[in-house]
């Protein structure tokens, strides 16, 4: 064992000195005397993503600061090689010396004889709802990464001449220019904390008064696909809609809740065929009766179910920025709901119907502000070269429902959460709010159906501050997947 040992290391020695030699070329070789015609080397030292802010004006991208050394084929790096990376390493910086060029290596710290350089690594929650691979805000802002290089003096034979230091080119690399989000850093990071046994779905928290979005999460956080803005199966959380069109048009009807109800050739079960027996519409509401809500909607029709949901923004496209539209839903037509059975469908959130967590979120901060619809935005401000900052204004708010209306159903969502489905949502606050769901998908794996689970909901539900949605896919229950997690959000949120 011993000889082997010896063995190696003698084999990795004769290695390092081969190479070694080689360098000893480059730099004192003859063959590489300076010519009189000069040139220039670049090497690219960071590349940096386009800037942008929380609203706070901490940094989203570029917000991790580490190191890099440019490290010359020259006697005086060499040595510092060894100081500072491993055998392995040092092998490998070595041998891509020998080729003459400078090496760009990562290193922990800036204490040594190496030219170094400070530059930025990215660590974000924020990833799909910014990168430009899953189609977020940096497609649309006009903003192009920068780079910091450094350049060396070359002869005509293109070797760096001994002795150069090397001029450094920041191509915009610490620029100020950028975006502020409306994302809040401390709420980002409660969603982003509450959300880490979220196996796939999304978090989406909005300001209830203004619409702003404050943090949006996506999971898995690799995947590249912004589920906050996808449009899905919502299920039970369209019964909000469909109470705020009963309460706008005065209709509170009670009903003998059998556990099932027939439209046409289709039954219609609650969950479980649970029977609720008489409901009215804020009892329905908490118990997420089926049949209820199947009755209400034929009871109400397609014209007046769709002018509600279309006051409500589910027909019209959210615009973030410039060009960046979210098509916020899919209603069934007018026509297809002249059939009872889209209509009945409808009545709870399934058939053709789907839609987007923002959406959903949205809604609830229309109805939050006692009725007046913002427009979700999410960037605040430009920030210039020369960091001064350039506002953009929000929308102006426009009555859609009435106050009565936008109050009786906190009200109702509040018992929701106090007496009915979303219990799990509850904190010590008692102020929670807001509607569990699980929608059917008409997806299969294995003969098993996938359900979306949602719990969309408000805190505090008497004076509104946070409008925030949770969808799970592939889930069990609203109520078990998607509730802890509002109420963690929520239990953190409080402490600040």
């Known amino acids: ?240 809609v469909v109470a705020a069109c009963a309460l706008e048009n005065d209709v509170d009807i009670n009903y003998d809740c059998t556990g099932s109800i027939t439209v046409g050739d289709t039954t219609y079960t609650c969950q479980k065929e649970h029977k609720h027996g008489y409901q009215n519409l804020n009892t329905a509401l908490a118990n997420s009766c089926n049949c209820y809500f199947v009755n209400l909607a034929l009871t109400l029709g397609g014209d007046k179910l769709l002018d509600t949901a279309n006051a409500l923004g589910f027909s019209s496209e959210i615009c973030l920025f410039d060009n960046w539209n979210i098509t916020s839903s899919r209603l069934p037509s007018k026509t297809e709901l002249n059939s009872k059975g889209e209509l009945a469908l409808m009545g709870f959130g399934q058939g053709k119907l789907v839609s987007t967590p923002l959406q959903i979120c949205s809604a609830l901060c229309t109805i939050s502000n006692s009725g007046e619809k913002n427009t979700p935005f999410l960037v605040k401000a430009k920030k210039e070269v020369n960091g001064s900052i350039t506002e ?51 997806q299969f794996i294995d003969g098993r159906e996938l359900y979306n689970t949602w719990f969309a909901g408000v805190y505090p539900y008497d004076n509104p501050e946070y409008c925030i949605v949770v969808m799970c896919q592939d889930g069990t229950s609203g109520a078990a997947d998607c509730c802890p997690v509002f109420r963690t959000v929520v239990e953190k949120l409080e402490k600040r």
Do not use: W
């Open 392 to 442: 953009f204004k929000s929308s102006q708010g426009k009555r859609v429902i009435s106050k009565k209306t936008a109050d009786t159903l906190l009200d109702y969502l509040h018992n929701v959460v106090k007496n009915g489905t979303a219990k799990n949502a509850q904190t010590k606050s008692d102020k929670s709010a807001g509607k569990t769901a699980t929608a059917q998908t008409g």
């Open 1 to 240: 064992m011993k000889k082997r040992f010896v063995s190696l290391t003698v084999s990795i020695a004769l290695a390092f000195a081969s190479v070694l030699g080689r360098v000893g070329y480059v730099i004192f070789s003859n063959a590489y005397t300076v010519s009189d015609s000069y040139n220039y080397y670049s090497v690219t030292v960071a590349v940096s993503t386009p800037q942008l802010y929380y609203t706070d004006g901490s940094r989203i991208t570029n917000n991790v600061k580490s190191y890099k050394a440019v490290i010359r084929p020259v006697t005086a790096d060499l040595a510092e090689v060894n100081k500072h990376f491993s055998k392995k390493e040092a092998s490998k910086i070595t041998a891509e010396l020998s080729k003459g060029y400078p090496v760009v290596r990562s290193i922990n710290t800036n204490d040594t004889k190496l030219k170094t350089f400070k530059v930025y690594d990215t660590d974000t929650t924020l990833s799909q709802l910014i990168s430009d691979k899953s189609s977020g805000f940096l497609s649309y802002a006009n903003l192009k990464p920068s780079k910091l290089k450094v350049s060396y003096l070359v002869d005509a034979k293109g070797r760096i001449l001994a002795g150069d230091e090397g001029r450094e080119e920041s191509l915009g690399y610490y620029s100020r220019e950028g975006y502020i989000l409306t994302i809040d850093k401390d709420v980002q990071e409660a969603a982003s904390k509450a959300a880490e046994n979220l196996k796939s779905g999304c978090v989406i928290v909005m300001d209830a008064k203004t619409a702003s979005i404050l943090a949006c999460v996506n999971k898995p956080d690799d995947t590249f696909i912004n589920k906050a803005f996808t449009n899905y199966s919502v299920g039970s959380v369209f019964k909000i």
